[in-house]
């Protein structure tokens, strides 16, 4: 059932216009991107950051319903097939595993929400949240808390750059070009990770 944008609030009207800038970011780099061995700069991080991004933005949209639940569902299970194949498929650069991996996760969330029947931007689905204490509960918070944690690293590489400490083993810190592609490339992901945690939260 179609609702109207001005429905869903101002939050969720700057969240999808946010998710809607980030995915344009992150065709921009499909199309011609540096490519760096890091969990932000990878071709699969672009594609995952355009897909989760626009499947986000459908979320919290006026199309969101029950047609648009079960494209995004199919869209997040392709997902989680693809990247899981990714991370089975050796030799792969650790950043390039690490982020086949971080987006692994981010594809199965978005499934998991979606199959609670929650429904993001128009409040839950069921008209209340998940009982807490309860192991999916658990498992959603432990979900939001990982998120969170991500978005704070990413805003650090965005500001001043990845710390070595986010590297994975055997990758120097980028500089010059690669240091600015890490940069362009942290902000879909950041975005992602922000809508992921609001999203999570908003399941609770």
Same mark, same amino acid.
């Given at each position: 059932?179609?609702?109207?944008?001005?429905?869903?609030?101002?939050?969720?009207?700057?969240?999808?216009?946010?998710?809607?800038?980030?995915?344009?970011?992150?065709?921009?780099?499909?199309?011609?991107?540096?490519?760096? !061995?890091?969990?932000?700069?990878?071709?699969?991080? !672009?594609?995952?950051?355009?897909?989760?991004? #626009?499947?986000?933005?459908?979320?919290?949209?006026?199309?969101?319903?029950?047609?648009?639940?079960?494209?995004?569902?199919?869209?997040?299970?392709?997902?989680?097939?693809?990247?899981?194949?990714?991370?089975?498929?050796?030799?792969?650069?650790?950043?390039?595993?690490?982020?086949?991996?971080?987006?692994?996760?981010?594809?199965?969330?978005?499934? #998991?929400?979606?199959?609670?029947?929650?429904?993001?931007?128009?409040?839950?689905?069921?008209?209340?949240?998940?009982?807490?204490?309860?192991?999916?509960?658990?498992?959603?918070?432990?979900?939001?808390?990982?998120?969170?944690? !991500?978005?704070?690293?990413?805003?650090?590489?965005? #500001?001043?750059?990845?710390?070595?400490?986010?590297?994975?083993?055997?990758?120097?810190?980028?500089?010059?070009?690669?240091?600015?592609?890490?940069?362009?490339?942290?902000?879909?992901?950041?975005?992602? !990770?922000?809508?992921?945690?609001?999203? #999570?939260?908003?399941?609770?």
């Amino acid at each position: 059932m179609l609702r109207s944008v001005s429905g869903t609030g101002s939050f969720e009207t700057v969240l999808v216009v946010a998710l809607l800038a980030a995915s344009l970011v992150g065709v921009a780099r499909l199309g011609d991107g540096r490519r760096v !061995d890091t969990v932000w700069t990878t071709r699969e991080s !672009d594609a995952a950051h355009v897909v989760m991004n #626009l499947s986000m933005a459908a979320m919290h949209g006026p199309l969101w319903g029950p047609t648009t639940r079960s494209w995004v569902l199919a869209v997040m299970a392709v997902g989680v097939l693809a990247t899981g194949l990714g991370v089975l498929r050796p030799p792969a650069g650790p950043g390039r595993r690490a982020a086949l991996v971080h987006h692994l996760l981010a594809f199965a969330t978005m499934g #998991l929400v979606v199959l609670l029947g929650h429904d993001p931007a128009h409040g839950h689905g069921h008209g209340h949240g998940l009982p807490g204490g309860t192991p999916v509960a658990v498992v959603v918070a432990a979900l939001a808390v990982w998120f969170a944690f !991500d978005l704070v690293v990413t805003v650090v590489v965005a #500001l001043v750059g990845p710390p070595a400490r986010v590297l994975p083993a055997g990758v120097g810190a980028p500089a010059g070009r690669d240091l600015a592609a890490v940069r362009v490339a942290a902000v879909p992901h950041g975005v992602m !990770d922000a809508a992921m945690v609001v999203m #999570l939260l908003a399941a609770l």
